[in-house]
């Protein structure tokens, strides 16, 4: 594992974090022929959706080459205000020219764990991975809460031992209870993993996930000290300010 830490001023955040993704998508498109992402919900990352939705890039990026699926996501209808899907559709796919492949969880099953298990399959038929193997996707986007979440990973929660589904049920102390999400094996195989994190309310976990010995079950977020790819923190000058300078 290898990771760094890019600290961006606030104003220029959805811009750089942007043309990042671009950078990569192209890198996949070039060796692989296609780039499968996992999307995250929350205002940080709707800010990026939004840059990529706008030119140049909604025109510059290859995104007939492009699947995206949900990395966790609210049990609530997709055109619900709460869908994390819903956002990405409204700050993104209904910008495009033309909207690439994507994969909302269904949440139209009867229930969480059902639409886990079938959102699984999804995953597992895009990647063409059987059931034994945990897919490596390209490109991971996350955020971490207050509490050391990271997608719907919560501390304590029983996702956390979750060793071989990709998707599972969970619940989340607050807002929306009910959710579906990545688990940790399917983060810690990504090619790249981007974690977005954004404001002075972040700075303290970020120091406790960054410089502290929490473990994954207390800090979720800390799954990146796991990850086979490299990981890259972007991290506004608001959410850094507690960390230690570097000498």
Known sequence: MSHSVEVVEPSLFAHTVAEEIKSLVENVVAKKGRCIIALSGGKTPGAIYRTLGRPPLDSGIPWDKVTLIMGDERWVPKNDEHSNYHLVHETLLS????????????????????GAKAYSETVRKLTNTEDSEIPELDIVLLGIGEDGHTASLFPGDKALKEKKSL??????????????????????????????????????ILKKVLEGEASFEDIPASVFKKAKGQVTWFVDSAAADKLTPES
């Not at 599972?168 to 094996?185: E, F, N």
């Open 167 to 204: 998707f599972v049920a969970t619940h989340s102390p607050s807002g929306v209870k009910d959710r579906v999400t990545m688990t940790a094996p399917l983060i810690e195989n990504a090619q790249r993993v981007l974690f977005l994190v954004t404001g002075e309310a972040k700075a303290d």
């Open 95 to 114: 910008k495009l020219p033309k909207e690439p492949q994507n994969f909302p969880v269904p949440t139209d099953k009867k229930t969480p764990t059902e």
